[in-house]
């Protein structure tokens, strides 16, 4: 390799690490959390049944795409959910799609070049390729496909059209033109044809995009080396044809996708003519991106236009637009290839409607190759060599904005700042911030974005099942009850909207119907452990404890890791007096959750019960140090230290108690029996006279004041 060729590999690597060093802070986003925290089908990458069919509903990224969840599964292998790998992986893809921009556009142009009289000047392709490479690899348009870690999916599938195209001009050079001859380069040629069609094989099962492909290659191949498209058939028509028949794979994966969990295709819900009247803005928009990248937005949301003009005005640019590519491809000029295969990758998302974004700008990142190419290409023929100082002072300007941009990913908190601070009106946007500021405990805020959402689409269920959620946090249960049943009146089917209207019911004490909503749950999702242990605390609370209990089991034969529900599941065998039984679950919650105060708390209640009061006492104390403000702890802990004969230590917790819980009458109870073992009779006969104001039924303190002649209040 000649030294030109060095320096151009190593500015590119070094402007594509400069621009996208920031991007290994980022957290997972949105689609990330499904599509790879969750997503079961990753976690054992040798078991290839589940890695390469990953089809679980619900519109994830990685359904019906298995090239895609194959990579994610190697990241697994590597750092498990955390996202450093999944980010240096997407940095890697980015790279080595430069690289491969630099090759093609340095060996095609150089081929055009010498089909068109001679080649120009010496080393123009080679500053050709530097220019758009450099300037593609650092553009901050291509941030959302390279830091947003799900969308991959873009990422990877250009690159497999890229080492198509590639691979195909090595294959066709006249080296070895000539496939089907027996010399070294034709052996080569063979070699590199059969990698061009691996990658375009390796692109179809990565994302659907890839569908223009074959195309894009027969007219790279009329555009270099044949003059029509029927020479180049003939030259290669068994290539062209095993291009063609990886259309086979991609049918089969886009059948057995369907529409993507009713996020896509014709049959997601979405008008067609609503969505495609969106599309010409949005093709100008991506347009208007790529020269001028500003201002970056996450999520645009739907976008609906509503104005005849708001669809005429894009509508006849594109149209122009459109024409002036079919007449470059029809005379068969470079541009004309360029511009058809901008338009060619757009297509697929353009023409296949969508329910939840109308324009994304990750669709943009092969299209934008194409759109640099042309720019440069035209500056290039111009500045001449002065291009140079021109395209490298330009990518140092963009990757400071990509860096600038990377910043943005570091959390859902400041992605969804960023994207409500340009699209306000976006629902999804405001109902995400909404989001990421709950999972901080900041619900008051959330709630506000929650209220937004809502206001902005009343029929977003989503939207009203998480400011359900908020009030419920909040503790406006009744309030949080109506928000859930507005969510399920709009999504009737939603498991989670019917246990989080479960749980706001049984909070209320409404067990009745709490309980039905936890057997809709199960009766939509079997195998949901958290309905059948909420099920099980309703059973429970009706009295129905065989039942409950049968519930509890299935929760953990469904999740053994469950703490949860061993401590439940020990509340309902401490009930029933099984204290043995009791104490191992508790145990089990334990192990799997040392930090479980309500589990040390009713280990303690149990070993007391069964005379083991040292070992209670030990418990209650670690469940004070976890959660100081246990009420029900310091009044327990006071009473197994009474047991134990410390009663003056005893007082101080019940004191304790009474500070964090005054009106809790049975506390006075056991400070009044405390006191008056310690002879301090006045101070006791006030605590039984409070235990009685505030609970008037309370008959032990009634008959202990009579025992000492005092008149009850």
């Given at each position: 390799?000649?030294?030109?060729?060095?320096?151009?590999?190593a500015?590119i690597?070094?402007?594509?690490?400069?621009?996208?060093?920031?991007?290994?802070?980022?957290?997972?986003?949105?689609?990330?959390?499904?599509?790879?925290?969750?997503?079961?089908?990753?976690?054992?990458l040798?078991?290839?049944?589940?890695?390469l069919?990953?089809?679980r509903?619900?519109?994830?990224?990685?359904?019906?795409?298995p090239?895609?969840?194959?990579?994610f599964a190697?990241?697994?292998?590597i750092?498990?959910?955390?996202p450093?790998?999944?980010?240096?992986?997407?940095v890697?893809?980015?790279?080595a799609?430069?690289?491969?921009?630099?090759?093609?556009?340095?060996?095609a142009?150089?081929?055009?070049?010498?089909?068109?009289g001679?080649g120009?000047?010496?080393?123009?392709?080679?500053?050709?390729?530097?220019?758009v490479a450099?300037?593609?690899?650092?553009?901050?348009?291509?941030?959302?496909?390279?830091?947003y870690?799900?969308?991959?999916?873009?990422?990877?599938?250009?690159?497999f059209?890229?080492?198509?195209?590639?691979a195909?001009?090595?294959?066709?050079?006249p080296?070895?033109?000539?496939?089907?001859?027996?010399?070294?380069?034709?052996?080569?040629?063979?070699?590199?044809?059969?990698?061009?069609?691996?990658?375009?094989?390796?692109?179809?099962?990565?994302?659907?995009?890839?569908v223009?492909?074959?195309?894009?290659?027969?007219?790279?191949?009329?555009?270099?080396?044949?003059g029509?498209?029927?020479?180049?058939?003939r030259?290669?028509?068994?290539?062209?044809?095993?291009?063609?028949?990886?259309?086979?794979l991609?049918?089969?994966?886009?059948?057995?996708?369907?529409?993507r969990?009713?996020?896509?295709?014709?049959?997601s819900?979405?008008?067609?003519?609503?969505?495609?009247?969106?599309?010409?803005?949005?093709?100008?928009?991506y347009?208007?991106?790529a020269?001028?990248?500003?201002?970056?937005v996450?999520?645009?949301?739907?976008?609906?236009v509503?104005?005849?003009?708001?669809?005429?005005?894009?509508?006849l640019?594109?149209?122009?637009?459109?024409?002036?590519?079919?007449?470059?491809?029809?005379?068969?000029?470079?541009?004309?290839?360029?511009?058809?295969?901008?338009?060619?990758?757009?297509?697929?998302?353009s023409?296949?409607?969508?329910?939840?974004?109308?324009?994304?700008?990750?669709?943009?990142?092969?299209?934008?190759?194409?759109?640099?190419?042309?720019?440069?290409?035209?500056?290039?023929?111009?500045?001449?060599?002065?291009?140079?100082?021109?395209?490298?002072?330009l990518?140092?300007?963009?990757?400071?904005?990509?860096?600038?941009?990377n910043?943005?990913?570091?959390?859902?908190?400041?992605?969804?700042r960023?994207?409500?601070?340009?699209?306000?009106?976006?629902?999804?946007?405001?109902?995400?911030?909404?989001?990421?500021?709950?999972?901080?405990?900041?619900?008051?805020?959330?709630?506000?974005?929650?209220?937004?959402?809502?206001?902005?689409a009343?029929?977003?269920?989503?939207?009203?099942?998480?400011?359900?959620?908020?009030?419920?946090?909040?503790?406006?249960?009744?309030?949080?009850?109506?928000?859930?049943?507005r969510?399920?009146?709009l999504?009737?089917?939603?498991?989670?909207?019917?246990?989080?209207?479960?749980?706001?019911?049984?909070?209320?004490?409404?067990?009745?119907?709490?309980?039905?909503?936890?057997e809709?749950?199960?009766?939509?999702?079997?195998?949901?452990?958290?309905?059948?242990?909420n099920?099980?605390?309703?059973?429970?609370?009706?009295?129905?404890?065989?039942?409950a209990?049968?519930?509890?089991?299935?929760a953990?034969?469904?999740?053994?890791?469950?703490?949860?529900a061993?401590?439940?599941?020990?509340?309902?065998?401490a009930?029933?007096?099984?204290?043995?039984?009791?104490?191992?679950?508790?145990?089990a919650?334990l192990?799997?959750?040392?930090?479980?105060?309500?589990?040390?708390?009713?280990?303690?209640?149990?070993?007391?019960?069964?005379?083991?009061v040292?070992?209670?006492?030990e418990?209650?104390?670690?469940?004070?140090?976890?959660?100081?403000?246990?009420?029900a702890?310091?009044h327990?802990?006071?009473?197994?230290?009474?047991?134990?004969?410390?009663?003056?230590?005893?007082?101080?917790?019940?004191?304790?108690?009474?500070?964090?819980?005054?009106?809790?009458?049975?506390?006075?109870?056991?400070?009044?029996?405390?006191?008056?073992?310690?002879?301090?009779?006045?101070?006791?006969?006030?605590?039984?006279?409070?235990?009685?104001?505030?609970a008037?039924?309370?008959?032990?303190?009634r008959?202990?004041?009579?025992?000492?002649?005092?008149?009850?209040?």
């Amino acid at each position: 390799m000649i030294r030109p060729q060095r320096v151009a590999i190593a500015a590119i690597l070094a402007a594509g690490l400069a621009a996208y060093a920031g991007c290994f802070r980022g957290a997972f986003v949105l689609d990330d959390i499904p599509s790879i925290a969750d997503n079961p089908s990753i976690r054992n990458l040798w078991d290839l049944g589940a890695v390469l069919t990953p089809l679980r509903g619900g519109g994830l990224t990685v359904d019906g795409r298995p090239v895609l969840n194959f990579s994610f599964a190697i990241n697994y292998a590597i750092s498990g959910a955390a996202p450093w790998s999944y980010h240096l992986v997407n940095v890697g893809i980015h790279l080595a799609a430069a690289l491969t921009l630099f090759g093609l556009v340095r060996r095609a142009g150089a081929t055009v070049a010498a089909a068109r009289g001679g080649g120009g000047e010496p080393g123009r392709p080679e500053l050709l390729g530097l220019g758009v490479a450099l300037l593609w690899v650092v553009h901050p348009l291509n941030t959302g496909a390279v830091t947003y870690v799900v969308q991959r999916a873009e990422s990877l599938m250009a690159l497999f059209y890229l080492l198509t195209l590639y691979a195909f001009v090595r294959g066709a050079e006249p080296a070895g033109a000539d496939p089907s001859g027996s010399g070294a380069g034709a052996r080569r040629a063979r070699l590199w044809l059969g990698a061009s069609w691996l990658a375009c094989l390796l692109g179809m099962a990565t994302k659907e995009v890839m569908v223009s492909a074959p195309v894009a290659v027969l007219l790279l191949d009329r555009l270099c080396y044949g003059g029509s498209v029927a020479e180049a058939w003939r030259r290669r028509k068994g290539y062209h044809v095993a291009l063609a028949a990886t259309w086979v794979l991609l049918a089969a994966l886009v059948l057995r996708a369907g529409s993507r969990g009713g996020t896509s295709a014709f049959g997601s819900g979405v008008s067609v003519w609503r969505y495609w009247a969106t599309q010409p803005a949005a093709i100008l928009g991506y347009l208007k991106l790529a020269v001028w990248p500003h201002p970056l937005v996450f999520d645009y949301g739907t976008g609906w236009v509503t104005r005849p003009m708001a669809v005429v005005v894009p509508l006849l640019a594109v149209t122009v637009l459109a024409a002036m590519a079919v007449i470059g491809l029809v005379r068969n000029r470079p541009w004309g290839y360029l511009a058809f295969c901008c338009f060619a990758v757009l297509a697929p998302t353009s023409v296949i409607p969508g329910n939840r974004q109308t324009m994304a700008e990750q669709r943009m990142y092969l299209a934008l190759a194409a759109v640099i190419v042309l720019v440069v290409g035209a500056a290039g023929s111009r500045l001449g060599r002065r291009g140079v100082a021109v395209f490298l002072a330009l990518s140092v300007g963009l990757g400071a904005l990509t860096a600038r941009r990377n910043e943005d990913y570091r959390s859902e908190l400041t992605l969804y700042r960023d994207t409500v601070a340009k699209r306000p009106e976006n629902a999804f946007a405001q109902c995400n911030l909404g989001t990421a500021l709950f999972s901080l405990g900041r619900t008051r805020e959330a709630a506000a974005r929650y209220e937004e959402a809502v206001r902005l689409a009343p029929d977003y269920a989503a939207a009203q099942d998480n400011l359900g959620n908020a009030l419920l946090r909040l503790g406006q249960v009744r309030e949080a009850v109506d928000r859930f049943e507005r969510a399920l009146a709009l999504r009737p089917d939603d498991a989670a909207a019917h246990n989080n209207l479960g749980s706001a019911l049984f909070l209320l004490g409404r067990t009745a119907p709490a309980i039905s909503e936890f057997e809709q749950v199960l009766r939509l999702t079997p195998a949901d452990a958290e309905a059948h242990n909420n099920l099980a605390n309703a059973l429970a609370q009706d009295g129905r404890l065989g039942e409950a209990m049968a519930h509890y089991e299935a929760a953990l034969r469904i999740d053994p890791r469950y703490a949860a529900a061993h401590n439940d599941l020990g509340n309902a065998l401490a009930q029933s007096d099984r204290l043995t039984e009791a104490i191992a679950h508790y145990a089990a919650a334990l192990r799997l959750n040392p930090g479980y105060a309500e589990a040390h708390f009713n280990l303690g209640n149990a070993l007391v019960r069964l005379g083991r009061v040292p070992e209670g006492v030990e418990h209650y104390r670690e469940a004070l140090r976890l959660a100081p403000d246990y009420a029900a702890a310091e009044h327990n802990l006071g009473n197994a230290l009474v047991r134990l004969g410390q009663v003056a230590e005893a007082i101080t917790h019940y004191e304790t108690a009474l500070r964090l819980d005054p009106g809790a009458a049975g506390v006075h109870y056991s400070l009044a029996n405390a006191l008056l073992r310690l002879g301090r009779r006045d101070e006791a006969v006030a605590h039984y006279r409070e235990a009685l104001r505030l609970a008037p039924d309370f008959r032990p303190a009634r008959e202990v004041l009579l025992r000492l002649n005092v008149t009850p209040p």
